[in-house]
């Protein structure tokens, strides 16, 4: 079996294929609520298209909380409670992110079809998706036989494999947030932009600035390795590294909520709907990127400090 370091880094590796489809589907979703046929005014267009957003966000939460806890919580080490967490939370953001891609199906078909017909491709649509993702792996897991990683020293990562986790890390980040940045770039040019209450339009702008300051901050880690380190091993860059791209989930996290708010103020532009469903994806984003991380480290280092019996 693979040693648990080289598993773990399989996982991340993992999680960035999920990561750009997810913030593809995102930059879709916020980019579709602008364009001329979709009838916002119909009930089931709103319900579906905000709900499709919420499980777009809610996976996208979820899959940065495995980085954000292997950097935050382990300061990078190697650990099994990190492993098991990945694979619990990937999980997790399969079955939101099957949910969310429904609910998209369904606006589209709804507004070519109907909505009876939206509803039934949008069932099969989760149907397969969670066949897919889930069942299938269910039943090839259950017929072979499976066994756990080889457990490393989880307080003694060399510094190489540290900062080749750190790296991976933004590379898991990265390209789903330059997806979501190109999808930006394009609502304020369409005519239903206008339409917007001037608090949107800031917001989106605000949303904007935001995800490219994200960005700006995830490429700074392989830039520097290249050009103050020429590649090499150090532990100054590991520092540096981790704090950059613990520090950038802030700005990432405010930009999508961000858009979250605009999408909510072109679906319910006579409500204070809005307000609510960007503090919520706030919370949540904090809580998964930065409270959960932060709990799970006070408890390592509680039982660390804990007498010995």
């Known amino acids: 079996m693979a040693p648990l370091d080289s598993s773990l880094k399989t996982g991340l590796d993992e999680l960035r294929t999920l990561m750009l489809g ?12 602008f364009q001329d046929r979709l009838d916002i005014s119909a009930g089931a267009i709103q319900t579906a298209a905000l709900s499709g957003m919420s499980c777009t966000v809610l996976t996208l939460g979820l899959l940065i909380a495995a980085p954000a806890v292997h950097r935050i919580a382990d300061y990078g080490d190697v650990g099994g409670r990190t492993h098991r967490l990945t694979s619990t939370l990937a ?24 909505p ?3 509803l039934v491709v949008a069932l099969l649509t989760a149907a397969v998706c969670l066949a897919a993702w889930h069942s299938w792996g269910s039943v090839l ?4 036989h499976r066994r756990e990683p080889t457990a490393v020293n989880s307080r003694h990562a060399k510094l190489h ?9 933004a590379r898991v980040i990265l390209p789903g947030a330059q997806a979501l940045f190109g999808f930006q770039l394009i609502v304020p040019l369409m005519t ?36 103050a380190f020429d590649g090499d091993d150090d532990e100054r860059f590991l520092s540096l590294s981790s704090h950059i791209v613990t520090a950038a989930l802030v700005p990432l996290a405010l930009g999508v909520a961000s858009e979250l708010y605009v999408a909510t103020a072109r679906l319910l532009p ?36 804990s007498p010995q019996t």
């Open 22 to 33: 997810t913030q593809v589907a995102f930059g879709f979703q916020f980019q579709s609520l």
């Open 91 to 114: 999980h997790a953001a399969l079955v939101t992110l099957a949910l969310g891609f429904a609910a998209t199906v369904f606006v589209t078909i709804a507004t070519e079809f109907g």
């Open 116 to 118: 009876a017909t939206g």
């Open 141 to 144: 897991r259950s017929t072979s």
């Open 161 to 169: 494999d540290r900062i080749d986790y750190v790296l991976t890390e």
């Open 192 to 227: 239903a932009f206008e339409t917007l209450p001037f608090a949107a339009r800031v917001a989106h702008f605000a949303g904007l600035a935001f995800v490219a300051v994200a960005i700006v901050l995830l490429i700074s880690p392989a830039a520097i390795h290249r050009i």
């Open 270 to 305: 006579a409500s204070s709907a809005s307000q609510w469903t960007a503090a919520v994806a706030i919370c949540v984003l904090f809580g998964l990127w930065y409270g959960l991380p932060l709990a799970l480290r006070s408890q390592r280092e509680s039982a660390r400090c």
